[in-house]
């Protein structure tokens, strides 16, 4: 099946939004969604910044250990399903459109939901991201008093 038919599929099964969004829709245990180009207009990217401790607003880059910038619009696209679909889960908590930090403790939960996540997804790009994601949760997990920022658009 070509992205265009899931395209047309996640249209003809889905509900819209109160802002006319197409909601991502659950069938034969995957997730439907849009191509990137349908959904660009719409997409929302999450940036991942792992920081030893909590980061400051004046000097974040003094705590900064890692980040992932390119993965942002797949990333994006994956959690904003989970919160879509009700999943329930520490991942479904990351705000899109805002900032979200979790601590050691909340990525060494999160990191769990993961793998439940990339086994709904059938894009390549959300795959890619998801595997950062997870790379990301665990040194946080393993990083005491360490802070897993996601910075939504």
Known sequence: MTTADNCRQLSSRSERCPIGRPQVTAADDQLWLCSSA??????MGIDLELHSSRPARRNWRATLLQSSYGHGDALGD????LQLLGVPGRLTAVDPYGDTLMNEQEAAAAVREVGDLKQRCGDERQLAALDDLAMMLRECAATPGSYLWFGGD
């Open 78 to 81: 994956a959690l904003g399903s």
């Open 38 to 43: 349908a959904r660009a207009s719409w997409s």
